[in-house]
């Protein structure tokens, strides 16, 4: 199923509309700079933490659900300088916007997430684990 998405309702859209076109070193060159990355970028955020889009009730537990995956593992977006985190602002700034992903509740994006940070957890010890268990 492919990912559909909205931006018409969110104030101002054209200022943050991602797309852009490929330059001759295989980068994309954004017509909106960052804030077209950011939309984007939310986009495809979305199928992670399980959210149909931003509006005025839930761009708090939006911001919550990316600051907990953020946490988990690093940031979404990348700079000239490193890591780019999302903040609230950048959040509210898309208020309006909609994705066909199916929304799940509270309970079930934190076992999801927090089940596949244990299971990474256990994964890495059990690795380090066999390579002592090699070396000794």
Same mark, same amino acid.
């Given at each position: ?6 931006? +018409? ?46 509006? +005025? ?23 000239? +300088? ?6 609230? +602002? ?47």
């Amino acid at each position: 199923m492919s990912l559909n998405w909205n931006i +018409e309702n969110v104030r101002d859209y054209m200022e943050i509309a991602p797309g852009g076109e490929a330059t001759a070193d295989g980068s994309t060159k954004y017509k909106n700079g960052a804030e077209g990355v950011k939309t984007e970028v939310l986009i495809f955020t979305t199928m992670l933490i399980d959210v149909n889009g931003v509006n +005025e009730d839930n761009v708090a537990e939006v911001y919550a659900r990316i600051k907990m995956f953020e946490a988990l593992n690093g940031a979404l977006m990348t700079g000239p +300088e490193g890591g780019v985190f999302f903040t609230f +602002e950048d959040i509210y700034r898309r208020i309006g916007l909609t994705v066909n992903v199916t929304p799940t509740t509270k309970a079930a994006f934190l076992k999801r997430v927090g089940g596949l940070s244990y299971d990474n957890y256990v994964r890495e010890a059990e690795q380090k684990l066999k390579k002592i268990e090699a070396a000794a």
